[in-house]
């Protein structure tokens, strides 16, 4: 929790440290997808929660809003918010067709299957035939040293080399914590994500910062109330209609994402049921 936080105090980008966790649960839980599932729920949503709850107090301090009032308003939003999801959930589950299905390419609920997948992998399965010594998958347990030293060689070069601007700037945690939302997230919305990024925190940054300084937060708060505002459009006007979404070739793929073999198998084999 602690090391998280710093890292969300100090960029505003946040991570669970959800491998680690899901192969102490694997350890603990072997072959109880269930148990897996429960356990990797109350431990990876109560430090996001509280990271979340946190950084809302952060908000508030800003806004000289008084903490009781905060959180009294925290957890009356928390009450409510708890209720509307449930409402939704069961409503989407009981009126439309094919939900979390294949066969349903407008309600693909991608964190419900990485959130299955997981199940399968860490619970089913377990930790030690997938990454145990001689297994296919057994090199990607590497990934966990090298992302521990990368962190070190950059830290030592940057005090090794002080005159080098850029170095300061290196940030292997940072580059590192998106690929965790790779398996809910559709590969085409790097692209996006990076353009933004390249276009407010590096051209506007540096040739126009009194604007950035100015309007770059409250511009990616806008941002995201639109994306949400839309996605509320988006379903109430057109996929509770039975819209479909113009074609083109970056919808390509039985998930609309571009990719052919989304939904195939190790061997390259797609599913049709």
Not at 128 to 140: A, C
Request: glycine share 6%; charged share 10%; aromatic share 16%.
């Amino acid at each position: 929790m602690i090391p998280t936080g710093i890292i969300v105090a100090v960029t505003n980008i946040m991570f669970i440290l959800d491998v680690p966790i899901s192969m102490l649960n694997s350890f603990i839980l072997p072959g109880n997808p269930i148990g897996f599932l429960t356990l990797q729920a109350y431990i990876t949503s109560c430090q996001y929660q509280t990271i979340n709850f946190l950084c809302s107090f952060k908000i508030a301090h800003y806004m000289k809003i008084p903490p009781r009032i905060t959180f009294s308003m925290l957890l009356i939003c928390s009450i409510i918010a708890t209720i509307v999801n449930y409402i939704t959930a069961m409503y989407l589950l009981n009126n439309i067709p094919n939900i979390c299905t294949h066969k349903n390419l407008l309600w693909k609920c991608l964190q419900t299957e990485s959130s299955f997948t997981s199940s399968v992998i860490w619970g089913v399965v377990g930790v030690r035939k997938i990454f145990g010594v001689g297994s296919i998958y057994y090199p990607i347990l590497f990934g966990l040293l090298i992302g521990l030293v990368l962190p070190i060689i950059s830290w030592f070069l940057w005090k090794k080399f002080p005159n080098i601007k850029w170095l300061a700037f290196i940030d292997f945690p940072i580059f590192l914590a998106a690929t965790n939302m790779l398996p809910p997230a559709p590969a085409a919305e790097y692209v996006t994500w990076f353009l933004v990024g390249f276009i407010f925190n590096f051209i506007l940054y540096r040739y126009a910062h009194v604007w950035w300084e100015k309007y770059a937060y409250v511009f990616s708060a806008g941002m995201s109330c639109g994306v949400a505002i839309c996605g509320f459009i988006i379903f109430i006007a057109l996929q509770n209609n039975n819209s479909e979404f113009p074609q083109w070739w970056g919808i390509g793929g039985p998930r609309r994402d571009g990719c052919p073999l989304a939904i195939a198998n190790y061997s390259g084999f797609v599913l049709t049921d």
